[in-house]
C-alpha cells in the first residue's frame, strides 16, 4: 500500500517550523536537561505539527495518521539536519 502524504500538511508544518526557528533559534528545540547535549525535544515537535493541524481549514478532512507520521518524521530530519549542520561549524 502506498504511503499517504498531506502535501497542504506538509507545507503549512514547514511555514510554522520556519517561523519558530527564526524567532527562537535552534536551541528552542532542544533539551535543556540531560546526558545529551544535542538532543531534540520531542514535545517542540509534536507543538509544531498541533499547531499546523490547528490552523487547517476546517472544511478540510483531518489528517490520515500515516500523514501525520510523515510530517513527523520530516520535521525531525530537518532538526537533526540543522542540528549537525550547528555541530560542524562549531567544530564539535
Keep these: 500500500m502506498a504511503d499517504i502524504i498531506d502535501i497542504t500538511l506538509l507545507a503549512d508544518v514547514r511555514r510554522f517550523f520556519q517561523k519558530l526557528i527564526e524567532q527562537r533559534g535552534l536551541s528552542y528545540f532542544l533539551q535543556k536537561d540531560g ?3 544535542f538532543q531534540l525535544e520531542p ?5 509544531v ?3 499546523a493541524m490547528r490552523t487547517r481549514d476546517p472544511e478540510l478532512p483531518q489528517p490520515h495518521e500515516k500523514a501525520i507520521e510523515h510530517c513527523r518524521q520530516e520535521l525531525r530530519r530537518e532538526l537533526i539536519r540543522r ?3 550547528a555541530m560542524l561549524q562549531t567544530g564539535l
Design 83 to 85: 542540528v549537525a549542520t
Design 43 to 47: 514535545s517542540k515537535v509534536e507543538l
Design 49 to 51: 505539527l498541533r499547531t
Design 35 to 37: 546526558p545529551r547535549l
